[in-house]
C-alpha cells in the first residue's frame, strides 16, 4: 500500500465534489463545454450521437418481454462478456450495430489474449475485458457511463474469483477512470470487500489506479438522455396506461458490461461495471457492486455478471441465487439461470439478464429483454458476438 499522501487526498476531493455544498448542475455545465475524449476506437466514427439513439423511452408490456430465452447452454466457453441489455433492434442503426459488435469482439479478443498467457488468470480476463469496455463509449460503464439526476457519473463495479471467493466492489466513484481495476485493487490490496465515494477514489487514487477529471465521462449521448429526462421530469407525468391487466411501463436500455471467465488452471471469475440507471438519484447503488446480486463466482457452481434493473437483481439476489440452484439443487447452469431470469425475476418484472459460466465451461446467457448484447470465446478460440437473437 503506498503512503498516505494528503495533498493527494486533497486533489481527490477538488476533483470530484468542487461543488459539495452546491446544486450539482454547474459541473455538468462546466463539462458539457468540453469536447468528448477521443481516444477509444469506437470514437473515431461510430460514438452513439443523439440522432442513434431513441428520444422516445419505447413501451413494453411485462407480461410479453420477449425472451432470449431459447438459447440452450454452450459448452467449451473459456470467456463469456455483456454488454447489458440494449435498445430495440427497430431504432438500431447499422453504423451503431457495428460499432457494438466490433466493440464486443475486441474485448473478447483481449480478454482472451490474457487467457492464453501461461501465467495469466480468469481474474485477468475478467478485468482486461472489461476495462475494454469502460474504455469505449458505447456501454453504460466508464467511458459511456449514464448521468445521474444531479448531472453526475457515478460509476459502481465488482470483481469475484471463484477458488477463493474474495470479491472487491466500488460504488459511486466519480474519477476513477477504470473503476473495475478499483474493485480488483479493493479486493488484492485491502482487507474489505467494498469502498464507496470518496474513500474508494481516495484508496484508488494510493492504489496508482489512472484518476481522471470528472469531465471525462461526458458523452454527447449520455448528456441529451439526462436532458430528455429533465424535459420529462419538467412536464405532467404520462398518464399509466393500462390494459388486459397489464401494466405498461416504459423500456430503459442499461448497457452495464460485464465478463465470466474460466482459465486454463479451472478457476472460474466474474466483474461487472456500471453507469447504473439514468437519472438514478445521487449515491444510489445497484446490483452491479454488489457481491451476489450483480456479480459471484464459485468454482463449485457458476460465475455470473448481470444486467438490468439493479433494485431486482438486488432483492432477488439473483447472480447467488443461480449459484445456489446449481450447488444445492443440482441444477445445471443454463437451467438455474433460465429458472431465476426468464421465471422468478420475470414474474416479479425485474427486466434484465445474465451471463453464467459453470467449471466445464457451459454458458448460458438468458435475458428477459429484446435484447442483451453478448458475447463469448470457446477454448478452440472461436468467438461469437450476440445483440438480439442472434
Ligand atoms: N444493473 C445496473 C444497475 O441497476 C444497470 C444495468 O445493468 O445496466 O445499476
Given amino acids: 500500500m503506498v503512503a498516505t499522501q494528503p495533498f493527494r487526498i486533497a486533489w481527490v476531493d477538488r476533483l470530484a465534489y468542487p461543488d459539495r455544498q452546491t446544486p450539482n448542475r454547474p459541473l455538468v455545465e462546466r463539462a458539457a463545454r468540453l469536447q468528448p475524449d477521443r481516444t477509444h ?139 473495475i481495476s478499483a474493485a480488483r485493487a479493493v479486493m488484492e490490496k485491502s482487507k474489505h470487500v467494498m469502498l464507496i ?47 388486459a391487466g397489464h401494466i405498461v411501463v416504459p423500456a430503459r436500455q442499461w448497457g452495464t458490461v460485464g465478463a465470466v471467465a474460466l482459465d486454463q488452471a479451472g478457476n472460474l471469475a466474474a466483474g461487472t461495471s456500471t453507469g447504473g440507471m439514468t437519472n438514478k438519484q445521487f449515491g444510489r447503488v445497484g446490483d452491479s457492486p454488489i457481491i451476489g446480486a450483480g456479480t459471484y463466482a464459485d468454482n463449485e457452481a457458476c460465475a455470473v455478471s448481470a444486467t438490468g434493473h439493479g433494485e431486482y437483481f438486488i432483492r432477488y439476489a439473483v447472480a447467488h441465487d443461480i449459484a445456489a440452484l446449481m450447488k444445492y439443487k443440482g441444477l445445471s447452469v443454463d437451467v438455474a439461470a433460465a429458472e431465476v431470469v426468464e421465471h422468478k425475476l420475470k414474474a416479479a418484472g425485474g427486466e434484465g439478464g445474465v451471463i453464467a459460466l459453470d467449471a466445464k465451461g457451459n454458458f448460458a446467457m438468458p435475458h428477459n429483454t429484446e435484447s442483451m448484447y453478448r458475447g463469448y470465446v470457446t477454448r478452440d478460440g472461436k468467438t461469437k458476438v450476440l445483440l438480439y437473437a442472434d
Fill in 41 to 179: 476506437p469506437s470514437d473515431e466514427g461510430a460514438s452513439m450521437s443523439n440522432n442513434l439513439i431513441p428520444s422516445i423511452a419505447l413501451l413494453a408490456v411485462f407480461p410479453t418481454l420477449s425472451a432470449g430465452a431459447a438459447e440452450g447452454p454452450v459448452a467449451q466457453v473459456v470467456l463469456g462478456i455483456h454488454g447489458g441489455t440494449g435498445m430495440p433492434k427497430h431504432d438500431m442503426t447499422p453504423i451503431l450495430e457495428k460499432a457494438i459488435r466490433a466493440d464486443l469482439q475486441r474485448a473478447l479478443e483481449v480478454g482472451l489474449a490474457q487467457l492464453r498467457n501461461p501465467r495469466g488468470t480468469s481474474l485477468d480476463a475478467v478485468e482486461a475485458a472489461i476495462r475494454f469496455l469502460e474504455d469505449s463509449p458505447l456501454f453504460n460503464s466508464g467511458k459511456g457511463a449514464v448521468f445521474t439526476h444531479e448531472g453526475r457519473n457515478e460509476l459502481d463495479a465488482s470483481i469475484m474469483e471463484g477458488k477463493t471467493k474474495r470479491a472487491g466492489a466500488v460504488a459511486s466513484v466519480m474519477i476513477v477512470k477504470n473503476p
Fill in 197 to 243: 465515494g470518496r474513500g474508494a477514489e481516495v484508496f484508488a487514487t494510493k492504489a496508482g489506479l489512472e484518476i481522471v477529471d470528472p469531465a471525462y465521462f461526458w458523452t454527447e449521448t449520455r448528456w441529451k438522455e439526462i436532458q430528455d429526462e429533465w424535459k420529462k421530469e419538467a412536464q405532467p407525468a404520462p398518464q399509466e396506461k393500462r390494459g
